[in-house]
């Protein structure tokens, strides 16, 4: 599921609207574990293009996966 969120927060990225959609999808569906792996990645990778949502959803609190 990690991976499969990965490459969908790739194909949204041009779309700051389409990003927040999914990566706010991703926080709730994914597992603690793998919403840390997600966090650190998507820093990394899109910080500079969308700094205001990433910093907006990851500090937001999601129900977790099982």
Do not use: C, G, P
């Amino acid at each position: 599921m990690l991976e499969h969120q990965k490459k969908v927060l790739e194909a949204v990225s041009y779309d700051n609207k389409l990003f927040k959609k999914e990566l706010i999808k991703s926080q709730a569906w994914l597992n603690i574990h793998d919403q840390t792996k997600l966090r650190l990645w998507v820093k990394q990778k899109f910080y500079q293009q969308h700094a205001d949502t990433i910093n907006e959803i990851l500090n937001t609190k999601y129900d977790y996966a099982s």
